[in-house]
T-cell receptor, first 118, second 112 residues
């Protein structure tokens, strides 16, 4: 089946530094990828929709200058948390939809990245 | 507009007994509906999907769900729970916007 690889799985960084998270679709092409943030015991909160070759669409309340998204190819999207602060500590999950399967096809999820900012 | 309501935040069952996780949806368009499972500190795995074909959908690990348009429901069931089924379950709807909307999640607890 379709596989989405997300790296790193865990990262600890110091306050003020930047962290990049990669999301790759391994065996399919994804024109659209979604980035989510998940707080403990809560559902997924959509942060932004990443579109290959164009600017990401951010949800209301998500700072686009803080959470930089780049979708440079049909198989790779990256999320960079810039100038991270402890309140950015969270579980970040990416997902992708197979471009060839239609807009109502299921999403395929990465395994998530646990970010801890000290 | 679309929305998903998972009626229970927690469901507790004994191993070997049936599982019922409830989900109601609303959508301005013909919806596509999905159930995903998430184990701790992991991403989400697709259990099953409904996309306007058969209303009774069979998924992986013995789970199934029935789409009932009249009740706007898509409840997830399994005849016999295993300890390994303990996880968080999310009901998801995709409508005209094709951006999925997640339910709040239901934590399934399985007692030995």
């Amino acid at each position: 089946g379709a596989v989405v690889s997300q790296h790193p799985s865990r990262v600890i960084c110091k306050s003020g530094t930047s962290v990049k998270i990669e999301c790759r679709s391994l065996d399919f092409q994804a024109t659209t990828m979604f980035w989510y943030r998940q707080f403990p015991k809560q559902s997924l909160m959509l942060m932004a929709t990443s579109n290959e070759g164009s600017k990401a669409t951010y949800e209301q309340g998500v700072e686009k200058d803080k959470f930089l998204i780049n979708h440079a190819s049909l198989t790779l999207s990256t999320l960079t948390v810039t100038s991270a602060h402890p309140e950015d500590s969270s579980f970040y999950i990416c997902s992708a939809r197979d471009h060839g399967q239609g807009a109502d096809s299921p999403l395929h999820f990465g395994n998530g990245t646990r970010l801890t900012v000290t | 507009a679309q929305s998903v309501t998972q009626l229970d935040s927690h469901v507790s069952v004994s191993e070997g007994t049936p599982v019922l996780l409830r989900c109601n949806y609303s959508s301005s368009y013909s919806p596509s509906l999905f159930w995903y499972v998430q184990h701790p500190n992991k991403g989400l795995q697709l259990l099953l999907k409904y996309t306007s074909a058969a209303t009774l959908v069979k998924g992986i690990n013995g789970f199934e769900a029935e789409f009932k348009k009249s009740e706007t429901s898509f409840h997830l069931t399994k005849p016999s729970a295993h300890m390994s089924d303990a996880a968080e379950y999310f009901c998801v709807v995709t409508g005209g916007s094709y951006i999925p909307t997640f339910g709040r999640g239901t934590s399934l607890i399985v007692h030995p």
